[in-house]
T-cell receptor, first 114, second 116 residues
C-alpha cells in the first residue's frame, strides 16, 4: 500500500527564514504529487501539484516543490516565509496498486513568528 | 467558497444518537470522498464514490454508513458512535475518468463531530 511520510511535525520559523518541508512516499511507479495547505479554521486548499514534466513545480504564494524520483521525495520550499504562512501543510500522493484516492501524510504544522 | 459545502459545521451527539452529515459539490465533478481528520494523524480515507458507485471502503466500521444519491450529493449516516470517532470529517470531490484521474481533490470546510 502507498504510504506518505512527513518528517517534520512542527516547525517554528521567524519571518524571512527559508522553509523546507520533507515528504517521502513509498510507491515506486507513476505518481501524482500534491501539497495542500490548511490555514487555521479554513478548508484544505491546493498549494501545488506535480503530474509530469519539469520536476520543479511552482505553486501559489511563492511556494515550490521538487520531485526527485530516485529519492521518492517531493519536498516543499519557500525562500522567505511570512507570518501569514502559519498553517498546516499536507503532502499527498495519488498512485499505487488499486488506489485512486489520495494518500496523505500526517501533516506539518508551521508556525511563523513575526 | 470552495465549491464543496458541508453541513452541519459542528455536531455534538451522544453514543446512542443517529445523525447525518451532508456534502454537496457545485463543481460538476463525478467522484466524491469522505476523509476523517484526527489530531496528529494522517487524513484517513473512508469512502470513495465514483459515478455514484462506491469504489472504496477503507475498512470503516459499519456505524458509519455512506449514501450517494447522485454525483453532487454525499451523506455520511452516523449511529451508535464511540467517543474516539470524534474528529473533523472532510468531504472532497474530484473529476475522474473511467481509467482514473489526476487525483486532485477539492475539499469542503469539514464537519466537526464530537461524540459524548
Amino acid at each position: 500500500a502507498q504510504s506518505v511520510s512527513q518528517h517534520n511535525h512542527h516547525v517554528i520559523l521567524s519571518e524571512a527564514a527559508s522553509l523546507e518541508l520533507g515528504c517521502n512516499y513509498s510507491y515506486g511507479g507513476t505518481v501524482n504529487l500534491f501539497w495542500y495547505v490548511q490555514y487555521p479554521g479554513q478548508h484544505l486548499q491546493l498549494l501545488l501539484k506535480y503530474f509530469s514534466g519539469d520536476p520543479l513545480v511552482k505553486g501559489i504564494k511563492g511556494f515550490e516543490a521538487e520531485f526527485i524520483k530516485s529519492k521518492f521525495s517531493f519536498n516543499l520550499r519557500k525562500p522567505s516565509v511570512q507570518w501569514s504562512d502559519t498553517a498546516e501543510y499536507f503532502c499527498a500522493v495519488n498512485g499505487g496498486p488499486g488506489r485512486r484516492a489520495l494518500t496523505f501524510g500526517s501533516g506539518t504544522r508551521l508556525q511563523v513568528q513575526p | 467558497e470552495t465549491g464543496v459545502t458541508q453541513t452541519p459545521r459542528h455536531l455534538v451527539m451522544g453514543m446512542t444518537n443517529k445523525k447525518s452529515l451532508k456534502c454537496e459539490q457545485h463543481l460538476g465533478h463525478n467522484a466524491m470522498y469522505w476523509y476523517k481528520q484526527s489530531a496528529k494523524k494522517p487524513l484517513e480515507l473512508m469512502f470513495v464514490y465514483n459515478f455514484k458507485e462506491q469504489t472504496e471502503n477503507n475498512s470503516v466500521p459499519s456505524r458509519f454508513s455512506p449514501e450517494c444519491p447522485n454525483s453532487s450529493h454525499l451523506f455520511l449516516h452516523l449511529h451508535t458512535l464511540q467517543p474516539e470517532d470524534s474528529a473533523l470529517y472532510l468531504c472532497a470531490s474530484s473529476q475522474e475518468g473511467r481509467q482514473g484521474g489526476t487525483g486532485e481533490l477539492f475539499f469542503g470546510e469539514g464537519s466537526r463531530l464530537t461524540v459524548l
